[in-house]
Nanobody, 120 residues
Framework: VQLQASGGGLVQAGGSLSVSCAAS????????VGWFRQAPGKEREFVAS????????YYADSVKGRFTISRDNAKNTVYLQMNSLKPEDTAVYYC??????????????WGQGTLVTVSS
């Protein structure tokens, strides 16, 4: 499965931004999907995941209550709505699928990233 993230950009602290990830090659409904991020000089970290039918979600403590992950299997797309953004949320956001992403572990497939920059 090929994954392409989009929607990143520049936003002020306290603002909102939504990023999306479109899949091709195989139906996304076969997989749990989610998001990781990598800030400059830091390791890639888990952000959020959602199971195959959207019935269960899992978030890193750092984004819980601010970010919402969702999916539309008919559109083969997963979304990440980010609210109350903080400068420390600045990172390249990567969508991913399969593997152990459902529990925040390494996925089977990585997509290209999209840069989110939060200004103070």
């Amino acid at each position: 499965v090929q994954l392409q993230a989009s929607g990143g950009g520049l936003v002020q602290a306290g603002g909102s931004l939504s990023v999306s990830c479109a899949a091709s090659g195989r139906t996304l409904s076969s997989y749990a999907v989610g998001w990781f991020r990598q800030a400059p000089g830091k390791e890639r970290e888990f952000v959020a995941s959602i199971n195959w039918n959207g019935g269960s979600t899992y978030y890193a403590d750092s984004v819980k209550g601010r970010f919402t992950i969702s999916r539309d299997n008919a559109k083969n797309t997963v979304y990440l709505q980010m609210n109350s953004l903080k400068p420390e949320d600045t990172a390249v956001y990567y969508c991913a699928a399969g593997g152990r992403i459902r529990v925040g572990g390494p996925p089977a497939y990585w997509g290209q990233g999209t840069l989110v920059t939060v200004s103070s």
